[in-house]
């Protein structure tokens, strides 16, 4: 019986949960739009130039921070190598089908947390979305990153504790456990889960802060090399 329960919450299960996340977060933010209006800030400009994120915005942060190339090309591949790699868990084996197994479970996983904490963020104007630091010092902009973390800024541009994220990133490992194989659904797998989830938030911020600089110096030189 309960062999069944976790085949039937299974991947398609996952992707409907993240979908009902999502347009419910999308709802509730759409209410404060006049009707018919175009979905332009709902907040004027603040004075450190922060216009608060839109409900287009806020799909559009879903959307690449699920399906984008950090997270299709690098940071899932990554993970299901490392889990293929070491055997775990050890219900999927180590082939590319296990492989394969192993990338769909974290690419549902992410959808399911981005989800979560999009929509519950909408609740209290908490945005989601990560800030370079443009033209400050090496060291600050590496403050920014781990910083950038665990805050994230409000409705008008300052920035608090990233409440939806501490919901989202624990309560998705959590109850992830009830359709994952045996051997990663106990509670300090999710536990493990839950750290490797801030963890890699904050590679992904460190991506965001330096790889436009990274592409930027990589492609003006090349072009510059052209006779």
């Known amino acids: 019986m309960f062999r069944h329960r976790r085949t039937f919450w299974g991947a398609p299960a996952r992707l409907l949960l993240a979908a009902t996340f999502l347009l419910l977060g999308s709802s509730l933010v759409g209410q404060t739009m006049t009707p018919g209006a175009d979905p332009a ?31 299709l090309l690098f940071a899932g591949p990554f993970s299901a190598g490392w889990g293929t790699a070491f055997h775990h868990p050890k219900e999927y084996n180590t082939s590319w089908e296990g492989f394969g197994q192993r990338y769909g479970m974290r690419l549902t996983g992410v959808s399911t947390g981005n989800a979560m904490e999009a929509s519950l963020g909408a609740l209290w104007g908490e945005d989601p979305r990560y800030f370079r630091a443009l033209g400050q010092p090496f060291g600050s902009r590496i403050g920014n990153i781990i910083k950038m973390t665990f805050l994230a800024r409000n409705s008008d541009g300052g920035t608090r504790p990233a409440y939806a994220r501490f919901i989202a990133i624990p309560g998705n490992n959590y109850l992830s456990n009830t359709w994952r194989a045996n051997h990663e659904a106990t509670a300090g797998d999710a536990s493990v889960r839950v ?15 330096f790889w436009p600089d990274v592409k930027e110096h990589l492609f003006h030189k090349k072009s510059s090399s052209k006779p």
Do not use: C, D, H
């Open 195 to 209: 750290a490797i989830g801030f963890l890699g938030r904050m590679g992904g911020n460190a991506f965001s802060e």
């Open 41 to 71: 800030p709902t907040v004027p400009q603040t004075k450190n130039g922060y216009v608060a994120i839109t409900p287009k915005q806020r799909l559009t942060w879903f959307v690449q921070s699920t399906a984008g190339v950090e997270s």
